[in-house]
């Protein structure tokens, strides 16, 4: 094992009891598109400290590619120790990990938006360092 892959790993136990514990979803929650994990979240999965979101952005970024039915296999050994560490987290939920139309169209959107934004960030920055 990686040392790399030795340090997520003790991240994700050290954060596996607080993210078990949180195992109902909010009748308010919201998906939205977090540019950090490229990734679709909802509302009610992010009100955990710093380090807590660090563990899930690999799991965002995985959950929205299986969504979209891209085979990306980075990260799937973290996403099976993920449920075998804490499986009754609400981002496992099969309403939240199934591919819907909704879903697929809610995170095509947020990666188009984040390009964009990109591209405008760029386009800006060149023009200001000449």
């Known amino acids: 094992m ?3 892959n030795e340090v997520m790993l003790a991240a994700m ?4 009891e607080l993210l078990n ?3 109902r979803r909010k009748w ?5 598109y977090e540019y950090m994990s490229g990734g679709l979240v909802w509302s009610d999965e992010t009100d955990v400290s710093f380090d807590a979101i660090n563990v899930l952005r690999p799991l965002f970024n995985y959950r929205s590619a299986r969504i979209l039915g891209k085979d990306d296999n ?10 075998e560490l804490f499986p ?18 809610l995170i095509r959107a947020g990666e ?10 760029d ?5 200001n360092s000449v």
């Open 28 to 32: 308010y929650a919201r998906p939205f």
């Open 88 to 105: 009754k987290w609400i981002g496992f939920h099969t309403a939240r990990c199934e591919s819907t139309p909704k879903l697929r169209k």
């Open 74 to 83: 980075r990260w799937t050994d973290y996403w099976r120790i993920a449920n």
């Open 21 to 23: 514990s949180i195992n």
């Open 112 to 121: 188009l938006k984040m390009h964009r934004e990109c591209r405008q960030l």
């Open 13 to 16: 136990n050290a954060q596996a």
């Open 123 to 127: 386009s800006d920055f060149e023009q």
């Open 2 to 4: 990686s040392d790399k």
